[in-house]
């Protein structure tokens, strides 16, 4: 079985600044990697995924994940963010054997964005 | 790009009443719908997996009884909370599977039951 810790139920930073959300997981088997995003009134939106390949991966919005196995996180970041980046973000794993669908997410992490 | 509507929103119903919740793939075909749940500040918890036809796949420790789940269309799931208590106040989300691994979530819908 797998499990998501994302440590930081909300994180404060003012518009421009650098971000960091942390996750880490834990798993007895190879896994996927999700964040997912749910901005006010809407429903979770894959922001980025790591499946295999470059443990760096990206978003097209200028978030970006590394996966790190050693420490098996997968934190993401944001060099510089902006008021519409104010929104919950989760962190998700799947079991590469169940593949994609069956999820278990972490508890979330609001991320407040201020001028 | 492809959407998944979640109806309703919000509801409030008597202890003992039972609430339905719809969940519809938009502009795609669905084979597969999940139903998850989440508490405040908790994860969100897959309580069952919904395949268009069959039926649908309980997670331990989800009543299915209690929570009844039909995949009568392949855009169509619904979740009926049966005999709904104050305990099953919660917030509950469906997800959609469309082809080449996307999974598209509803906007979720509060259930709080008096």
């Known amino acids: 079985a797998q499990s998501v810790t994302q440590l930081d139920s909300q994180v404060p930073v003012f518009e421009e600044a650098p971000v960091e959300l942390r996750c880490n997981y834990s798993s007895s088997v190879s896994v996927y990697l999700f964040w997912y995003v749910q901005y006010p009134n809407q429903g979770l939106q894959l922001l980025l995924k790591?499946?295999?390949?470059?443990?760096l991966v990206e978003s097209i919005n200028g978030f970006e994940a590394e996966f790190n196995k050693s420490q098996t996180s997968f934190h993401l970041r944001k060099p510089s963010v902006h008021i519409s980046d104010t929104a919950e973000y989760f962190c998700?794993?799947?079991?590469?054997?169940?593949?994609?669908?069956?999820?278990?997410f972490g508890t979330g992490t609001r991320l407040l964005v201020s001028p | 790009g492809a959407v998944v509507s979640q109806h309703p929103s919000r509801v409030i119903c008597k202890s003992g009443t039972s609430v339905k919740i719809e969940c519809r793939s938009l502009?795609?075909?669905?084979?597969?719908m999940f139903w998850y749940r989440q508490f405040p500040k908790k994860s969100l918890m897959l309580m069952a997996t919904s395949n268009e036809g069959s039926k649908a796949t309980y997670e331990q420790g989800v009543e299915k009884d209690k929570f009844l789940i039909n995949h009568a269309s392949l855009t169509l799931s619904t979740l009926t909370v049966t005999s709904a208590h104050p305990e099953d106040s919660s917030f509950y989300i469906c997800?959609?599977?469309?082809?080449?691994?996307?999974?598209?979530f509803g906007s979720g819908t509060q259930l709080s039951v008096l």
């Open positions: 502009d795609f075909q669905a084979t597969t």
């Open positions: 790591y499946l295999s390949g470059s443990t």
């Open positions: 998700a794993v799947s079991d590469q054997g169940t593949g994609f669908q069956k999820l278990v």
């Open positions: 997800s959609a599977h469309e082809l080449n691994e996307k999974l598209f």
